[in-house]
């Protein structure tokens, strides 16, 4: 596969109903290539839905995407399934199947998408375990399995066909924080040694800083900012120093508009 020239990531203008409810809101940014960019921001920002629409399930109200030079929008089905096949995504609960080893896992996508033989197979999905320090688990179940493995084990099935695009949804969730430093350190060295481009939606703010070439805040789908670590941390805004600092929010409630809720009048409008 040949690397893509340019940015990796440009999504311009993205807008985004969920019914009348305006979920995404002019939603702009860039990702150039070996970047790792971090999406973050609280509950009901817009971050799982942004994620939803960067892996090709979610058609915008308006506005563009395109990911390794291509525009979403104007894919056909046979060529967005191929779009996926170039990027590799680790779901925040693992996803993996539990009626299947971790190496069955590991080599589902090589067995789904290419014509190789079991021994070629079995060498390709046992090297990306050793990449994220699994070696010689490939035979257990995920039952048998702590937090921290599944979500390696996870990894390597995400990158087992060396995507140039790989996104990351909470990679930390759930895990202690010696495990969750471990994941970190492991996000990196793929950065480095496999010439990633990596994508991780999370709220786990110790993460996001040690990890981040550039932080994207998003607040109620807007963009309330990208920049570096330091210009997040530094940056005044009140919204994004309750969210750095944990301060719950005030919010104002619109009488007229409570109201309509409750009777159900805006569904008239």
Excluded: C, W
Aim: charge should be negative; proline fraction near 4%; hydrophobic fraction near 40%.
């Amino acid at each position: 596969m040949s690397e893509t020239t340019g940015p990796i990531i440009e999504v311009d203008k993205l807008v985004t109903y969920f019914g009348k409810r305006r979920i995404l809101d002019q939603v702009d940014f860039v990702v150039e290539p070996g970047e790792i960019r971090v999406i973050m921001g609280g509950s009901g920002s817009g971050k799982s839905t942004l994620l939803r629409h960067l892996l090709g399930l979610l058609t915008p109200a308006s506005g563009t995407i395109r990911i390794l030079g291509r525009d979403l929008n104007k894919l056909s089905a046979l060529e967005l399934l191929q779009f996926k096949r170039e990027m590799g995504v680790s779901f925040q609960g693992g996803a993996l199947f539990t009626s299947m080893s971790v190496g069955e896992n590991v080599a589902l996508p090589l067995r789904e998408h290419f014509k190789l033989d079991e021994n070629t197979i079995r060498i390709m999905s046992r090297l990306k375990l050793e990449v994220v320090n699994l070696g010689g688990f490939q035979d257990l179940m995920p039952s048998q399995l702590s937090g921290g493995m599944i979500k390696r084990a996870a990894l390597a099935r995400a990158i087992v066909m060396d995507p140039q695009l790989l996104f990351f949804d909470e990679p930390s969730a759930g895990l202690d924080p010696v495990v969750s430093a471990e994941l970190d350190e492991l996000i990196l060295k793929l950065r480095d040694a496999m010439r990633m481009t990596i994508v991780v939606v999370t709220h786990e703010l110790d993460s996001a800083f040690k990890i981040a070439d550039k932080i994207t805040v998003l607040d109620q789908g807007k963009v309330m900012l990208t920049g570096t670590v330091d210009e997040v941390k530094s940056n005044p805004n009140q919204r994004i120093q309750d969210l750095l600092n944990r301060r719950p929010r005030h919010v104002e409630v619109n009488v007229d508009e409570y109201l309509a809720r409750l009777t159900g009048s805006d569904e008239d409008r």
